[in-house]
């Protein structure tokens, strides 16, 4: 980021900013698909929209500034974002993935990549001495999140980043829980940021988007080859939305972790709640590590209610918080990980691993606290058994 722009001022005026033409303030929907050329053998500064376009490029300029790295990538969706990443490595390449990594990048990797031979390992990334020892030579990547869902796992992301840049290989952060607001990957140390914008970035609940930032030149063409050459584009109307949400970002995730601050000291002295996870809470596993390395524990919660509460009723039973996949828009969301997006992982597994049936995951919405904690408590209150 610009030293002499804080973040806050980054994403309003970051990367290019209003239109040269109009001086309009706001970057125009380029909505074309080509571009008018000067004469042949002429190089155009626009040639056809798959690669390159004037409106996405603005928001690859934002989220490149934002996230500290010299090149952005837009994608239709988050997990197009993913896909063009792992299309970096080629036949007999292993990537490590932290043992809770996102449902669909298991899946892509597990039933997708797998068929051009490109395997993977599930390593517990918060043990940094097991995680080193499974680096064999076939290994060129780790990609982490943290926190991770659904219950919130801390990885540190610089210890990672210096073991694989010790070994020579590629560290992946997915930063969509966090955001550049509140966590910088490639400040850390990364090599490759990437996001699902669907998320918090949007932050609206109205565009499926994803980004990649690198901040080395060489991988910047590689993946500009990439997203060229396989075409995962994001249009030009998706990519104003993004440049929109992401103007209200840190207000948005200010309102989101106040909010979520208060859900998690509320839940943690709840009768009916077992065990809340929320990396803002002290007791919470990687407290320290997440202090460290991001500004705070985000928005994200969840939380498991003791058995002789009916998980059924208590989702039926809420009145202003939505049962919904997704996260990070206005609006708080719950989602129930043993039945939604976990349900492929059989049932004594995700007991082992704590996804219980109990489990209740918050996306913690910027509405007031007190409706949010009176829709918890009487939703609660209806599903005691
Ligand atoms: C949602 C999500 C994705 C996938 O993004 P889409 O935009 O839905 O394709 C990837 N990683 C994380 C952490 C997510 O939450």
Not at 14 to 29: A, E
Not at 59 to 72: D, K, M, Q, R, V
Not at 162 to 178: C, P, Q
Request: charged residues 20%; contains cysteine.
């Amino acid at each position: 980021m610009s030293e002499y722009r804080r973040i806050e001022s980054a994403l309003i005026h970051g990367g290019i900013y209003g239109d040269k033409y109009t001086k309009s303030v706001n970057v125009p929907i380029y909505q074309t698909s080509t571009y008018e050329q000067t004469g042949i053998g002429e190089e155009p500064v626009w040639e056809y929209s798959r690669t390159g376009n004037p409106t996405r490029a603005a928001l690859e300029a934002l989220i490149a500034e934002l996230e500290g790295g010299t090149s952005g990538f837009a994608f239709a969706s988050g997990m197009a974002a993913i896909t063009a990443v792992l299309s970096l490595f080629r036949t007999g390449d292993r990537i490590l993935i932290s043992s809770n990594v996102y449902g669909g990048t298991f899946r892509v990797l597990d039933k997708v990549f797998n068929h051009f031979g490109i395997t993977y390992s599930i390593e517990d990334t918060t043990d940094l001495a097991s995680l080193e020892k499974s680096i064999t030579a076939d290994v060129k990547a780790i990609l982490v999140e943290s926190p991770a869902n659904p219950l919130l796992t801390v990885t540190d992301i610089g210890a990672v980043s210096r073991i694989a840049a010790k070994h020579g290989i590629l560290s992946i952060v997915d930063n969509t829980f966090m955001t550049p607001y509140l966590q910088r990957p490639l400040e850390l140390g990364a090599d490759i940021v990437i996001h699902s914008a669907t998320k918090y970035l949007g932050g609206h609940s109205d565009v499926v988007a994803g980004l990649v930032v690198v901040k080395d030149k060489e991988l910047a063409e590689k993946i500009a080859f990439i997203q060229n050459s396989t075409g995962g584009v994001l249009g030009p109307f998706d990519s104003f939305l993004l440049i929109k949400g992401i103007k209200t970002l840190g207000v948005r995730l200010d309102r989101h972790v106040e909010n979520a601050e208060k859900a998690a000291k509320f839940l943690s002295k709840h009768k009916a709640v077992k065990k809340v996870y929320y990396p803002g809470l002290p007791d919470a596993q990687g407290y320290e590590i997440n202090k460290k390395q991001a500004k705070n524990g985000g928005a994200m919660i969840s939380f498991e209610l003791y058995e002789n509460y009916d998980i059924k009723k208590f989702f039926k039973s809420l009145r202003l918080v939505a049962l919904a996949e997704s996260l990070g828009g206005v609006e708080s969301l719950v989602c129930h990980p043993a039945s939604m997006t976990h349900a492929s992982i059989p049932w004594d597994i995700r007991q082992q691993i704590g996804i219980t049936d109990g489990l209740i995951r918050l996306s913690t919405g910027i509405e007031s606290i007190d409706d949010i904690l009176e829709d918890l408590s009487q939703a609660i209150a209806e599903s005691e058994g």
